[in-house]
Each structure stands twice: as structure tokens, then as C-alpha cells.
């Protein structure tokens, strides 16, 4: 099976990928220069790391018979920005390391953290 992925700029700082019929829009923040109507594009690579660590741990969980209901993924975590910078965009480098790190508490409701 053969997929296209097709990038278009539909105007300002908007930048949108198709594939296999989604289409995914993104957009810089209002500081950096966009209208901020989409998440920009680091926040969508930063949700599929966690989406992908996500299908693994349910997957895990489904094998060995673990309810996964409750279950709760997050991400936390901060930038460090240049001085008289509001926000990091692809024109400036980063910063900052991206940092990730997986845990499971045990609770009523367990948690899983992807930071």
C-alpha cells in the first residue's frame, strides 16, 4: 500500500500536511507571527511521541489482561527561551533539551506521565 503526504501553506504562518485523508492544519501563536487557530507543529510532534508511547502501554496492558480504564496520559514540562523572545519558532533554534520520561502510579485512577 503506497501513501502521499501533501504539505500546503494555505496563508500566514499556517502550514497543513494531508494524509490518507486527515488533514492536519497547524499554526504558530499569535506571538510568533501566526493567528494561532491550530497548534503549531512541535506540539503535534510532541503529542505523537505520546500517542505512540500510548499505543504501546495499551497494548501491554490489553495482553497481560490490565484495565486501562482511568488510565490518563499527560505532559508537562517548560521551555527556556532567549531573552526577548516570547515564544521558540522554527526560525530560531531551540533552547532547551526535550526531555521524556514515562511513569505509572498506582491509585484509583493510575497515571501514566510522558514529560
Known sequence: MSS???V?????KKVDA??????IATDQAVDAGGDGSAPE???F???SIATCTGIYVLGFCQKR???TRGFR????????RKAGASRPSASRSRS???????TTRRSSAPQINVQ
Open 65 to 67: 489482561g490490565i484495565r
Open 45 to 47: 510532534f510532541l503529542s
Open 73 to 80: 496520559s499527560s505532559r508537562a514540562g517548560s521551555e527556556t
Open 8 to 12: 500546503t501553506f494555505p496563508g500566514g
Open 4 to 6: 502521499q503526504m501533501t
Open 96 to 102: 532547551h533539551p526535550v526531555s521524556l520520561r514515562s
Open 41 to 43: 507543529p512541535f506540539d
Open 18 to 23: 494531508s494524509y490518507n485523508g486527515f488533514t
